[in-house]
């Protein structure tokens, strides 16, 4: 049985409960984190907790992350994942138990920490090198999807969405604008010019998105970060979406159209690669350390 941390306890995951009173049971009322590891390795793990401490300040959630590097990597190895080439940490935190208001409880309560380790899998790369296919489904989120809460529902329908019509992601189209995915962003590329939405309270600052848009400026490929409307997505030369479980996915059809070649287009591909790099390059850098 995996081995699950809660609110400072490493426990079998059979023994680990939480109250029904918990704000982010009876209200969506917590944040969230995944972050890769690679081989056992972190890769973003600061950034990833630096994103944390936001989301649980815009909340007013009060929790110090300091020990949680710790909690990350003790939780990767109670669950023997050091050597499988990607492993994951979630990690949530909600506002605590309290009864039932709409306002924040009014004595301090703690807030509730869990976090869970597994092992995940990039699909095979015959699918990878076919390119992925996604429909447009309407945005239903609130107005503060930059915040990484556990509210996910309309989230979860939009995906739910895409599978029901056969389709591998959704793409999230607010006002006439491709704003990201169900839980991954979005890029295009137009004539060599690599677009994706700017951060605002309409996007997640995605991790992988800034990794990715910093591997693009050292490979020289120019930048613009503007919103894309919908008309434009088949006009453009290549799709593809980024995301910790997702990395660097070339998106080749969308709404049953074809995308440029419809396979993944050249510059999907260097980034892609130019991530895989990255990623083998933080491994080695580990090792060489430590
Ligand atoms: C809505 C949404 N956008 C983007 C992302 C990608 O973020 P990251 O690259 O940090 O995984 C996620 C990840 O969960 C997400 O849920």
Redesign the pocket.
């Known amino acids: 049985m995996s081995i699950v941390y809660l609110n400072g306890e490493f426990m079998p995951k059979g023994e680990a409960s939480i109250s029904v009173d918990d704000r982010g049971f009876l209200l969506s009322d917590g944040v969230y984190e ?1 972050t890769p590891f690679y081989g056992g390795v972190g890769f973003c793990l600061d950034r ?1 907790l630096v994103r944390l401490e936001r989301s649980l300040r815009e909340l007013g959630i009060l929790f110090d992350t300091e020990g949680l590097t710790e909690v990350h990597h003790r939780l990767v190895a109670e669950n023997r994942l050091e050597n499988e080439i990607r492993a994951l940490v979630y990690l949530q935190v909600t506002r605590g138990v309290a009864p039932r208001t709409h306002y924040f409880p009014v004595e301090p309560v703690r807030p509730t920490v869990y976090a869970f380790a597994k092992p995940w899998e990039r699909p095979p790369e015959d699918e990878w090198s076919q390119g992925f296919t996604a429909i447009t489904v309407p945005d239903e989120r609130w107005l503060r ?1 930059d915040i ?1 809460t556990i509210s996910l529902l309309a ?1 979860a329908l939009a995906f739910q969405a895409a599978r029901d019509a056969g389709a591998d992601d959704a793409l999230l189209v607010r006002n006439g604008v491709a704003i ?6 979005f890029f295009a590329v137009f004539d060599g010019t690599l677009v994706t939405h700017p951060e605002s309270n309409l ?2 600052p ?4 800034n990794v990715v848009l910093e591997l693009a400026g050292e490979c020289g490929i120019r930048v613009e970060q503007r919103p894309i409307c919908v008309g434009e997505l088949f006009d453009a030369d290549e799709l593809f979406f ?3 479980t997702g990395e660097v996915r070339p998106c080749v059809q969308v709404d049953g159209e074809s995308i440029g070649s419809g396979l993944p287009g050249n510059v999907t591909v260097a980034l892609s690669q130019a991530f895989l790099n990255l990623v083998q390059e933080t491994k080695e850098g580990v090792a060489a350390v430590g």
């Open positions: 995944v990833h999807v990484k989230n990201e995915g169900a839980h991954q962003n996007i997640l995605g991790i992988t998105r980024t995301g910790t």
